[in-house]
């Protein structure tokens, strides 16, 4: 991890014969001190980026700063959540630029400036992530706030965000001399982004006068990626909503545009109508996509992690000893398949010690490393199904028994607004509370973060995810503990559907009608395959083996930025030219 200090002295200058992508999304994982990201979305577009920088990618990044974060979460003994701001000093991380840029806020004119994080790459690549900042003094107090805090106020918040995003981002793209070929947006959060390139392309003209012409060249720099197979999770704002924050001329523009369904404007069809390549996050989430917007082609690149940095340290010193040059390239992993048992055994002992390690200092429980330890961490949202493992908890209980002990550690925030989802966490603990005894311990962590995800995903046995399906677009957490060895035990859907080989690499929960079947599967799985395999040390170190080889090596955004590269970005049967790469050439660029 890069010292704030060893971060401020990189150099990055693009020329105009550079061609650069533009990566914007709402929130990122920077840097674990930083809390610009609230979960999974983030979390991709942060490894993206590193992945990125390894593999020398010409790219730039725009978000925003989020001076509040997400929110720290605290739980008390009953499970009730409450939240709090997350502060941090932007200037301890990232750089000031010079350029200012304005935009239009419900009349408002708002001014915007950026703070440059470089992310570096193993050779020495530097990428920079630019994160806008309203907080100046020539803004009003209420748009000083506009890019505090990541999802929070009411949608009025959210549109403005999203016009600071979109428009400024673009704006400052120009500010800076960045000469972009390409810009991509993570999520229909970054959509307004097109109206920018369109009022560009016009001149700043009357947005009435736009042709198919200046359409199709927007078009042609444009890529979209969507993470949500749930239509209600498409970022819509009514038409009032609009005209008032947005503007009237360009609300009208891009209602006859056919960006509006079913009377509000949805960002989605915004990022679709302008963009020329559009994909899903994984193989099945672009067949659910597809069907949702039928008029538009939706291609898929399932989603990956970044290696170097969710692989433990154990992992990572026996990957260094027996695959040397899997940092490089993660096909190497497949090596694993041949790493000895013993040392497999041993690297995760390690990592479960730190896990229980750190359950202790957060929560003074002593769990034991010998005994058979799930993890299930990930947002608390009511379709993720926390509660599927306690559907019967007496049968629950017996499996533990017979198994020798069971133990489940829980994770995951509830937005402040949902409060199913705070319920949800609430009905997990006052269950665990219930049935927690000697044979079967239940914790639910406060606070899920970036530490406390990689030590979960590193350190438990096995991971376990149960939405409820269509509804996981792809998961990346699974991928992150199957490079650590970890199985999984998970409901067939997103990325679990292309990466499930029975007793190979964990086990599949099997689709069932309801919520009692899928159950049934679960327990059936845990009592008959997993808890025996488990048993077995050298059963199990060989199900780690081939975990890390057919997961580990596939499932990265080291394969994943190479399929975005030659299939959204820079494809071969568009007639566009290829970028150079940027590498910063200054001796301390590591």
Known sequence: MLKPSSIKSHSYEPTPATGLVAYFSMEIAINPLMPTYSGGLGMLAGDTLRSAAD??????????????????????????????????????????????????????????????????????????????????????DWDRRLTDHLYGGDSNYRLQQEILLGMGGVRMTHALGLPINVYHMNEGHA???????????????????????????????????????????????????????????????????????????????????????CNGVALKHGEVSQAMFPEYKIDAITNGVHGPTWVSEPFAEMFDKHMASWRRDHLYLRNAIAIPFGEMLAAHAHSKESLLAEVASRTGLVLNPKVLTLGFARRAATYKRADLLFHDPERLLRIAQAAGGLQILYAGKAHPQDEPGKALIHNVIEKAKQFSGADLRVVYLENYDWHLGAALTAGVDVWVNTPLRPYEASGTSG????????????????????????????????????????????????????????????????????????????FNTNRMIKQYIGNSYYPQTMNLPRPQTVVAETANAR
């Open 55 to 140: 593999v020398s990618a010409p790219m730039v990044a725009f978000t925003l700063v989020h001076r509040k974060g997400y929110f720290r979460q605290m739980l008390d003994a009953d499970g009730k959540q409450t939240e709090d701001a997350q502060p941090w000093r932007v200037e301890d991380f990232c750089t000031e630029e010079a350029p200012r840029v304005t935009v239009s806020v419900e009349n408002r004119i708002v001014s915007l400036r950026a703070w440059r994080y470089d992310v570096v790459g193993r050779s020495g690549h530097v990428l920079p992530i630019y994160l806008l900042d309203s907080d100046l003094p020539e803004n009003s």
């Open 191 to 277: 959509a307004l982004l097109t109206l920018a390139l369109l009022e560009s392309q016009t001149g700043g003209g009357p947005l009435g006068q736009v042709t198919e012409t200046d359409i199709e060249a927007v078009r042609r720099k444009c890529v979209f990626t969507t993470h949500t197979p749930v239509p209600a999770g498409h970022d819509r704002f009514s038409m009032e909503q609009a005209r008032r924050i947005l503007g009237a001329e360009r609300t009208d523009r891009l209602q006859s545009l056919n960006c509006c369904h079913e009377g509000l404007l949805n960002m989605t069809y915004v990022a679709l109508r302008f963009s020329r390549y």
């Open 479 to 554: 991928m992150k503990a199957a490079l650590n060895g970890v199985p999984s035990l998970s409901i067939l859907d997103g990325w679990w559907i292309e990466g499930c080989i029975e007793g190979v690499t964990g086990w599949a929960i099997e689709d069932g009608a309801d919520d009692v079947a899928e159950a049934e599967s679960l327990y059936h799985k845990l009592e008959t395959a997993v808890a025996p395999t488990f048993a077995d040390p050298e059963q199990w170190a060989r199900l780690m083996q081939t975990t890390i080889a057919m997961n580990g090596s596939f």
